[in-house]
């Protein structure tokens, strides 16, 4: 074949492959306008079912339906629509407000559908819900309020849908068992502010314990268990259960309370960098990075520059910050990230300053969770039944040989210089509660081959050092069908065990920068990596303690939960980095 006729064959597959484009954009371009001649006739069919229905009912047709969004987009003006005009100058009440008190007035209202329940053409119950309170509301056809339409709108609203209600309260002779609050709103308008798709686990199943699913399966009933993983695959469905507002809220109270107390203790609240150049505590558990070409970790803890802020002489220092720990811990009571409450201050004698301060930090918190969040404890004990922790106003102390000294009287041999592990804990919380009736305590002097390179050795046995842990009790788990290497239960059921474990520790801090150079050569930490941090001991540095604790474990443990992840709001752990 000639290459004179070539030309004309590739001109052809040109203007096949145009007239292929050209046909698939048009196809596209098709598609799309189909689809918004679609919504347009979607549109006009809601508008004239909504005009038909204000027709119909007149006034009445005001009282409820779904807010447009141009309602929603922060319009001052009350004419907008129905639902601005309705609320429009009230006042909100609170789900958790509503009481007996406000028999017979009117009020606001705004929460999710918790669950519907029709009865009837006439009637429909509704429970709202709003954080840890519900409240059950009644939609019952009136000639001047509801109508059977209305009524049949309360009846389609999804659960989870946002809703405002308009209604007035009433008081029932009788106990109401499906909402927290005993009263009753008589529904006289209501609003769906959004409404919301099929769940992929519903509240209910969420919500459930397992005292009711064992129940119910002993009646050969089998009832949905929601188990940990997919609970945080839907963590944001999850957290809405009353339980776990509870624990997010006590969380809330303990930093609260945190920051408070060590204010009024004049304390300073610092910010300290999560980027620095070496490990803040020695060993391999670090999260390694490239830091503009250097070589970075993310902070084990605020250690060093807590205690570098103490020589700046700030005097007594606290901050609430994340934690990163790249253990490959598969347990239920460790994270990859936490949040990490940690204090340091001077000393002006002894390090029982430091343990002074943990006892009157740590008992005013255990008290303000009791008083203030009673509702909160008892959303959480509803689904995760637990016994209140027990304390003292003054709490105990042990140094740590008169721990092993127990331990070894019930038969336990354990090694006098080396630390405790799991089963140590557990069996000394017991022996401690069992003596001095306290799941609270804190335990001193330390072997100081089991501490971190900067904690001060004791002046009268160096073998030992002037540092503590403090125990809680926890409800531990045995888990009758196993666990998974994340922690989360696979089998049944898990019953609870009180052991102690350890939730803070604490020590006073070397500050003679030979003498701490000399005892990071000796845990192996390269001098070079925290030479900005031993430098800031060699201008003048005075005698400082602290100590730092989990946010997570501290909540996780006085509520006795199982597992940690139960009191992470979006946890890590070695296996998950998402949601």
């Known amino acids: 074949m000639s290459t004179e006729s070539e030309p004309p064959k590739v001109q052809e597959e040109v203007d096949s492959s145009s007239q292929s484009i050209s046909k698939k954009a048009a196809k596209k371009e098709a598609a799309k306008k189909a689809k918004e001649e679609r919504r347009?006739?979607?549109?006009?069919?809601?508008?004239?079912?909504?005009a038909l229905s204000i027709e119909e009912e007149?006034?009445?047709?005001?009282?409820?339906?779904?807010?447009?969004?141009?309602?929603?987009?922060?319009?001052?003006?009350?004419?907008?629509?129905?639902?601005?005009?309705?609320?429009?100058?009230?006042?909100?009440?609170?789900?958790?407000?509503?009481?007996?008190?406000?028999?017979?007035?009117?009020?606001?209202?705004?929460?999710?559908?918790?669950?519907?329940r029709p009865v009837g053409n006439k009637l429909a119950f509704v429970v709202v819900r709003e954080r840890v309170s519900t409240v059950q509301?009644?939609?019952?056809?009136?000639?001047?309020?509801?109508?059977?339409?209305?009524?049949?709108?309360?009846?389609?609203?999804?659960?989870?849908?946002?809703?405002?209600?308009?209604?007035?309260?009433?008081?029932?002779?009788?106990?109401?068992?499906?909402?927290?609050?005993q009263v009753e709103v008589q529904i006289k308008k209501l609003y769906c502010v959004s409404r919301a798709a099929k769940t992929p686990?519903?509240?209910?199943?969420?919500?459930?314990?397992?005292?009711?699913?064992?129940?119910?399966?002993?009646?050969?009933?089998?009832?949905?268990?929601?188990?940990?993983?997919?609970r945080l695959n839907n963590r944001v469905i999850d957290i809405r259960t009353?339980?776990?507002?509870?624990?997010?809220?006590?969380?809330?109270?303990?930093?609260?309370?945190?920051?408070?107390?060590?204010?009024?203790?004049?304390?300073?609240?610092?910010?300290?960098?999560?980027?620095?150049?070496?490990?803040?505590?020695?060993?391999?558990?670090?999260?390694?990075?490239?830091?503009?070409?250097?070589?970075?970790?993310?902070?084990?803890?605020p250690q060093l520059h807590k205690q570098m802020s103490i020589c700046g002489d700030f005097g007594r220092v606290f901050e609430t910050g994340p934690v990163f720990r790249a253990e490959d811990s598969y347990t239920?009571?460790?994270?990859?990230?936490?949040?990490?409450?940690?204090?340091?201050?001077?000393?002006?004698?002894?390090?029982?300053?430091?343990?002074?301060?943990?006892?009157?930090?740590?008992?005013?918190?255990?008290?303000?969770?009791?008083?203030?969040?009673?509702?909160?404890?008892?959303?959480v004990a509803k689904q995760y039944p637990f016994e209140p922790l027990k304390y003292k106003p003054k709490t105990l102390r042990l140094t740590f040989e008169e721990g092993v000294q127990m331990l070894k009287d019930a038969g336990v041999e354990i090694d006098p210089l080396g630390d405790l592990n799991t089963e140590s804990e557990r069996k000394l919380g017991q022996l401690v509660l069992e003596k001095y009736g306290t799941e609270f305590y804190i335990l001193h002097r330390y072997p100081?081959?089991?501490?971190?390179?900067?904690?001060?050795?004791?002046?009268?046995?160096?073998?030992?050092?002037?540092?503590f842990d403090v125990f809680i009790r926890e409800e531990d788990v045995i888990y009758l069908r196993g666990v998974n290497k994340s922690g989360y239960v696979t089998g049944m059921n898990s019953l609870p065990i009180v052991e102690g474990e350890e939730i803070?520790?604490?020590?006073?801090?070397?500050?003679?920068?030979?003498?701490?150079?000399?005892?990071?050569?000796?845990?192996?930490?390269?001098?070079?990596?925290?030479?900005?941090?031993?430098?800031?001991?060699?201008?003048?540095?005075?005698?400082?303690?602290?100590?730092?604790?989990?946010?997570?474990?501290?909540?996780?443990l006085f509520c006795g939960l199982n597992n940690i992840r139960k009191t992470s709001l979006y946890p890590r752990d070695p296996l998950r980095i998402a949601p």
């Open 40 to 50: 347009k006739e979607a549109e006009a069919a809601a508008s004239a079912a909504s």
């Open 58 to 116: 007149g006034p009445l047709a005001n009282n409820y339906g779904d807010v447009p969004l141009q309602e929603l987009q922060s319009v001052n003006d009350p004419q907008t629509g129905k639902w601005s005009e309705a609320v429009s100058g009230r006042e909100w009440t609170e789900v958790g407000a509503l009481n007996g008190s406000l028999k017979d007035q009117e009020v606001l209202i705004r929460g999710r559908v918790h669950t519907t």
């Open 137 to 181: 509301c009644l939609a019952t056809v009136k000639p001047d309020s509801v109508s059977k339409e209305m009524v049949r709108f309360v009846r389609s609203l999804s659960n989870e849908s946002i809703v405002d209600v308009i209604g007035v309260v009433s008081v029932p002779d009788v106990e109401i068992k499906g909402a927290t609050q």
């Open 201 to 230: 686990i519903t509240i209910e199943d969420a919500s459930r314990s397992e005292a009711e699913i064992e129940k119910a399966s002993k009646e050969g009933v089998q009832l949905p268990r929601v188990n940990q993983d997919t």
């Open 242 to 301: 009353l339980a776990n507002q509870g624990i997010f809220r006590i969380q809330s109270q303990v930093g609260n309370i945190f920051r408070q107390f060590l204010l009024s203790e004049n304390f300073v609240e610092i910010h300290t960098p999560k980027l620095i150049a070496g490990s803040s505590e020695g060993g391999s558990a670090v999260f390694r990075l490239d830091y503009k070409g250097q070589s970075a970790c993310l902070a084990q803890s």
């Open 332 to 379: 239920h009571r460790h994270l990859c990230e936490f949040t990490g409450l940690d204090v340091e201050m001077e000393i002006k004698k002894h390090y029982s300053e430091v343990m002074d301060i943990v006892d009157c930090l740590f008992v005013t918190i255990f008290d303000s969770l009791n008083n203030v969040c009673k509702k909160e404890l008892e959303a």
């Open 448 to 467: 100081l081959a089991v501490r971190p390179f900067y904690t001060m050795p004791c002046h009268d046995n160096s073998l030992y050092s002037n540092s």
């Open 504 to 556: 803070i520790s604490g020590a006073q801090r070397i500050h003679i920068p030979e003498f701490l150079a000399e005892r990071a050569q000796a845990c192996g930490i390269d001098v070079k990596t925290i030479s900005t941090y031993i430098d800031s001991f060699r201008y003048g540095a005075p005698p400082h303690g602290g100590f730092g604790v989990g946010l997570e474990r501290v909540v996780m």
